[in-house]
Structures are given as C-alpha cells and as structure tokens.
Nanobody, 125 residues
Framework: QVQLVESGGGLVQAGGSLRLSCAAS????????MAWFRQAPGKEREFVAT????????IYEDSVKGRFTISRDNAKNTVYLQMISLKSEDTGVYYC??????????????????WGQGTQVTVSS
C-alpha cells in the first residue's frame, strides 16, 4: 500500500508556471510507475503524463507535450509535474497515481491502484 499527497497547485495567469509535487509513503516508491491525471469541471478525468519506475521513460498527452515535464526522485519518494506556458484549458484538479504492476508507465487510469486526493490548478486568462 502507498499513500500519495499532492501539493503545489494554485491560481496562475495564462502563460505562467507551476510545479506540482506528489509525496509517497508506504512501500518502496521505486516499485511503482507514476502518473498525473487531471479532471476539469464537468469532464471526465484524463491522462496527463506518466513516468516509469526508473524515470527513464516518460509519456505525455498530446496537448501538454513541450509544456509539461514529469520527473521523479526515488530517494525522496516524490514525483513532480513541471508546467509552463499554462493555458486556461489546463484548469482542473490534478491527481497523482501509482501503478504497482506497471514498469514503463501507462496512460490507462485502470492500471493505477493508488490515488492522491488531488490539488487544484486554476489558470486565469
């Protein structure tokens, strides 16, 4: 079992930047692929980015490529999402998730067994 706690959300103007963090506790962090998902008001939760157990493989949703960077520090049990050039359509609740059976990351929410409580990101235009 692993517990996930996100932080770093907030209100930012379009074009601005934010860095989200997700701190994990419990079983060995490096045993999990990690991902960020988001949910905008009135919409379903969607995949944003994922990173492999070692950090060597990353996958992004098309609309965030070149603007978002996922990374992890296994020594600190933390995964990050650096977001730049933010747009109003990036607004939503951002969730961190952990997948115990996936080595190279996954964009499927069904692969993720553990979820954080979410952190709100609001981008004003």
């Amino acid at each position: 079992q692993v517990q996930l706690v996100e932080s770093g959300g907030g209100l930012v103007q379009a074009g601005g930047s934010l860095r989200l963090s997700c701190a994990a506790s419990g079983r060995s962090f490096s045993d999990y692929s990690m991902a960020w998902f988001r949910q905008a008001p009135g919409k379903e939760r969607e995949f944003v980015a994922t990173i492999s157990r070692s950090g060597g493989t990353t996958i992004y949703e098309d609309s965030v490529k070149g603007r978002f960077t996922i990374s992890r520090d296994n020594a600190k049990n933390t995964v990050y999402l650096q977001m730049i050039s933010l747009k109003s359509e990036d607004t939503g609740v951002y969730y961190c998730a952990a997948a115990p059976l996936i080595r190279y990351g996954s964009s499927r929410s069904s692969d993720y067994a553990y979820w954080g409580q979410g952190t709100q990101v609001t981008v004003s235009s």
